[in-house]
């Protein structure tokens, strides 16, 4: 009788009124007490609300119970497929939706819904999986970037390889603790070929510097970025380089430069077979002519053995405290014994790696000004 009431004066009423009591009627279904007679009433008074023809209704009804767990699932759910204002309030805050229903969702919904989704509160792998392969860019981000998301290392791959060429997402993926090595890798490639076809960058440096600029930043990147994991993936990192060419000479002396002397370590031990455990005992423990054996077996140019030798004694001295400095005072040490030791020659190599090693040390520079800065800011 009172569902039948409400019908009729549903028909009558003004949109204002019909609002105004959708809202009622879903509080008071939440939070008063009622005979089931009086609850299953209800429930089909705020069920005919679904059809109502104005969204302000179904506005009203959706942001009583989009926040409750006593909400009817049929009607949530029905609310979640309505347009966007309507659909948005229980998408990012019910939690009756299940999973299964949120995926299915993502593979048709409109951008914003499935950036709603990606933002929820909590994301279980199956959620994660189902945004990486049909969530466009925006929902990619807000899933990398939501701390609750159970994002695989699978998801990341995915959505690396369907949106590698949106800036946001390489910077999400950049921002990840979590990335693979080699996954990271491949985003600084994207990222550095981004920079060189960049117009920016193509007209202020012109076509030559464009195209060795990104790649010196992708170096510099990856030893910042990479070399201090000290998982497994480092192994699968080193092998990436390996194939794909990246692990130059250059790579490794910005490695050495830096201080990087176990991803020094674990890359001579790749490059020469021998074991982790030795390559390391040889760099701690001043062994010139092992070190020396060393570089030759792992196929470096012996004109850069000097800098190596020079490069890992300092960092040597500095880590049994024998010498206090950091990579900026380094860099200025390895360039003074470089110039010293090639004083008399005349080398077309040896000016590249001259002017290298400055590159280098301007890059220390650059970074403790920057980390000046940044403490200077936060004082």
Not at 168 to 196: F, H, M, N, Y
Not at 279 to 306: F, K, M, W, Y
Request: hydrophobic share 50%; charged share 25%; glycine share 6%.
């Amino acid at each position: 009788m009172i569902v039948q009431q409400f019908l009729k004066w549903s028909r009558s009423a003004d949109v204002a009124r019909r609002t105004a009591a959708a809202s009622a009627l879903a509080r008071a279904y939440l939070l008063s007490e009622m005979e089931v007679e009086e609850r299953c009433a209800a429930d089909a008074a705020m069920t005919y609300l679904l059809d109502d023809p104005s969204p302000k209704v179904r506005y009203a009804l959706a942001e009583a119970l989009a926040s409750s767990r006593a909400a009817p699932p049929h009607i949530v759910t029905a609310l979640a497929g309505d347009q966007y204002e309507v659909a948005s309030l229980v998408i990012a805050r019910s939690p009756i939706l299940r999973d299964s229903d949120l995926a299915a969702r993502v593979e048709i919904a409109e951008p914003r819904i499935q950036t709603l989704i990606a933002n929820r509160p909590e994301i279980s792998n199956r959620l994660a999986r189902a945004i990486s392969e049909f969530g466009q860019e925006a929902a990619a981000v807000a899933l990398l970037r939501n701390a609750n998301a159970d994002v695989c290392d699978a998801c990341r791959a995915t959505i690396a390889g369907r949106h590698m060429e949106d800036a946001a997402t390489r910077g999400a993926l950049l921002d990840d603790p979590d990335l693979s090595p080699v996954l990271r890798l491949s985003v600084l490639k994207a990222c550095g070929e981004a920079l060189a076809g960049s117009n920016l960058v193509g007209h202020a440096l012109g076509r030559g510097g464009a195209k060795r600029v990104p790649g010196e930043a992708v170096s510099n990147a990856l030893v910042l970025l990479a070399s201090g994991r000290m998982d497994e993936g480092v192994c699968d990192l080193i092998a990436a380089l390996r194939d794909s060419g990246a692990l130059t000479t250059k790579l490794l002396i910005r490695a050495v430069c830096a201080g990087k002397i176990d991803f020094i370590a674990r890359i001579l031990s790749d490059l020469s077979g021998q074991g982790y455990a030795r390559i390391t005992a040889i760099l701690v423990d001043e062994r010139e002519n092992q070190l020396r054996a060393l570089l030759d077996a792992a196929g470096l140019a012996r004109s850069v053995h000097p800098l190596f030798l020079t490069a890992i004694g300092i960092w040597r001295d500095v880590a049994n405290g024998r010498l206090n400095a950091g990579a900026q005072e380094v860099t200025r040490m390895i360039i003074e014994a470089f110039d010293a030791d090639n004083a008399s020659a005349r080398d077309h190599d040896n000016d590249d790696i001259a002017a290298l090693l400055r590159n280098i040390h301007l890059d220390m520079i650059r970074q403790n000004a920057r980390r000046h800065a940044l403490d200077l800011a936060a004082a």
